[in-house]
């Protein structure tokens, strides 16, 4: 997969349709965006982008966030982390016309997930601030883990008129940790890191327009 996505076009198709309801949502990729690589990395999919109460907000899944080995090391008792990182650019052009971006905002998201080997439970903590969810159901507790929902991308007051801007998405599964600090003796583990590539999508001008006036 190219690292510039044809998400944009995708947008600006569906944001030509008459008529602004209060909460805006355009579904930038509604077929699963698949890459193919030996060792199957995780990647994101199924973005959709709102904009409601003066702010421009993103959801996004990620795929195939573990792999067996991971998955082994979490049904042992291992929590793992998914982090989400976002960085969003504002388009610009300098006095010789030549075209930069410039950084508005960065964030990054983790969820955490672990498992209780006696309980048979798994327990899911959501960025930033919802009530651990708890499952025992394996399936369950990765589409918990693995969705992130409308995270803020940019508020009323950060926008600006006539400018476009993008977001920059990336996801990581963090580094393993084990106890006492036994990675470092186990140093191998450090190849379970798993990282996607990045992502850029173009924020639609309906919805940074929609944002503003309201």
């Known amino acids: 997969m190219t690292k510039k996505l044809c998400i944009p076009l995708l947008l600006l198709a569906i944001s030509i349709q008459t008529g602004l309801s209060f909460e805006s949502k355009l579904y930038a990729a509604n077929k699963k965006q698949i890459e193919f690589a030996a060792d199957h990395p995780p990647y994101l999919e199924d973005f959709v982008m709102g904009s409601a109460h003066g702010k421009i907000t993103l959801s996004l899944k990620v795929a195939n966030p573990f792999d067996h080995e991971i998955k082994s090391l979490l049904l042992n008792g291992v929590s793992q982390k998914i982090t989400l990182s976002t960085k969003v650019n504002v388009n610009r052009f300098n006095l010789f016309l030549v075209k930069f971006n410039r950084e508005v905002k960065t964030a990054t998201y983790t969820h955490k997930i672990k498992y209780d080997n006696l309980k048979k439970l798994f327990t899911v903590s959501i960025s930033p601030e919802e009530s ?83």
Do not use: C, M
């Open 132 to 214: 651990p969810s708890e499952t025992t159901s394996y399936k369950e507790a990765i589409q918990l883990a693995t969705e992130f929902k409308n995270i803020t991308l940019l508020h009323k007051g950060q926008l600006e008129h006539n400018r476009s801007y993008q977001v920059e998405a990336r996801t990581e599964i963090r580094k393993v940790r084990l106890p006492f600090h036994l990675e470092y003796f186990f140093f191998f583990l450090s190849a379970w890191d798993r990282k996607s590539n990045n992502y850029t999508i173009d924020i639609p001008k309906r919805l940074i327009n929609e944002a503003l006036k309201r």
